[in-house]
């Protein structure tokens, strides 16, 4: 009797412990960076329910990127964080910047701050240690010359812990039928060989011009999209977040 009391407590003991196992068993964190279901209907409600600005107060938008876990660097060039530009500067005279909820965004910074919200990413400024004029023309004219002489101007600050990023968005303002000369100065002080880069550009009417091509010449080593976003500066307030989202939806991304 004692020996069959033994092997029933025997048997229900293993019940249990399988049991526990199977509880456990396939259990995952699902986000947006690795196709989980889950995590894909909870960016799309975000989408809905988030406005740019928010996003853009969820991560700082210079310096370091955040220490949140992501694969997602979005390193972009803007006006804004690159101009000391006074509190009450017009956004509708000043060409390249636009204000939303009394914010105000650069162009190519706006369209970052979506795809931030869209991706869930870490946001870098490209940021130049001398900063550029806040009259439009004079920024202009520096910019001209900058192009006209392939000038590298000097960063503020560089990605330190970029290894821990597999995709890279790239976003830039086309000035005068290229990227800003200090993009290039990020392009030759990064190296993003194994890395996915896809661009993002705002432009007059000019789209990308040679600048896929010319991120793929910096970076031979990385794999560069020629699906990129591109906004013209006069239909900034016509993009939507939806818009982003259903461009990202669309890229051949292994990590979404």
Same mark, same amino acid.
């Given at each position: 009797?004692?020996?069959?009391?033994?092997? =029933?407590?025997?048997?229900?003991?293993?019940?249990?412990?399988?049991?526990?196992?199977?509880?456990?068993?396939?259990?995952?964190?699902?986000?947006?960076?690795?196709?989980?279901?889950?995590?894909?209907?909870?960016?799309?409600?975000?989408v809905?329910?988030?406005?740019?600005e928010?996003?853009?107060?969820?991560?700082?938008?210079?310096?370091?990127?955040?220490?949140?876990?992501?694969?997602?660097?979005?390193?972009?060039?803007?006006?804004?964080?690159?101009?000391?530009?006074?509190?009450?500067?017009?956004? *509708?005279?000043?060409?390249?910047l636009?204000?939303k909820?009394?914010?105000?965004?650069?162009?190519?910074?706006?369209i970052?701050?979506?795809i931030?919200?869209?991706?869930?990413?870490?946001?870098?400024?490209?940021?130049?240690?001398?900063?550029?004029?806040v009259?439009?023309?004079?920024?202009?004219?520096?910019?001209?010359?900058?192009?006209?002489?392939?000038?590298?101007?000097?960063?503020?600050?560089?990605?330190?812990?970029l290894?821990?990023?597999?995709?890279?968005?790239?976003?830039?303002?086309? =000035?005068?039928?290229?990227?800003?000369?200090? *993009?290039?100065?990020?392009?030759?002080?990064?190296?993003?060989?194994?890395?996915t880069?896809?661009?993002?550009?705002?432009?007059?009417?000019?789209?990308?011009?040679d600048?896929?091509?010319?991120?793929?010449?910096?970076?031979?080593?990385?794999?560069?999209?020629?699906?990129?976003?591109?906004?013209?500066?006069?239909?900034?307030?016509?993009?939507?977040?939806?818009?982003?989202?259903? =461009?990202?939806?669309?890229?051949?991304?292994?990590?979404?």
């Amino acid at each position: 009797m004692r020996t069959k009391i033994t092997a =029933w407590i025997l048997v229900m003991f293993f019940v249990f412990v399988l049991t526990a196992c199977g509880k456990t068993e396939g259990y995952a964190d699902d986000d947006v960076h690795n196709g989980g279901q889950s995590g894909s209907e909870s960016q799309a409600e975000n989408v809905e329910n988030k406005e740019p600005e928010e996003a853009a107060s969820d991560t700082a938008t210079s310096g370091q990127p955040g220490a949140e876990d992501t694969n997602i660097l979005i390193a972009y060039f803007s006006r804004v964080g690159n101009t000391d530009f006074p509190a009450d500067v017009d956004a *509708v005279s000043s060409a390249s910047l636009v204000r939303k909820d009394g914010e105000l965004y650069g162009n190519t910074q706006y369209i970052a701050s979506m795809i931030q919200q869209s991706t869930g990413g870490d946001l870098f400024l490209i940021e130049t240690a001398e900063k550029y004029p806040v009259d439009y023309d004079e920024t202009d004219e520096q910019g001209m010359i900058e192009n006209r002489d392939r000038t590298r101007p000097e960063l503020a600050s560089h990605v330190e812990n970029l290894d821990s990023y597999d995709i890279v968005f790239l976003g830039f303002p086309n =000035w005068y039928y290229d990227m800003p000369m200090a *993009v290039y100065t990020f392009l030759e002080e990064h190296d993003l060989s194994g890395k996915t880069v896809i661009p993002f550009a705002t432009s007059g009417g000019g789209g990308f011009s040679d600048a896929i091509s010319e991120i793929q010449n910096q970076q031979p080593g990385a794999v560069v999209l020629s699906d990129g976003f591109h906004a013209s500066h006069s239909r900034i307030d016509d993009v939507t977040l939806q818009d982003v989202q259903d =461009w990202i939806d669309g890229l051949p991304l292994s990590h979404k």
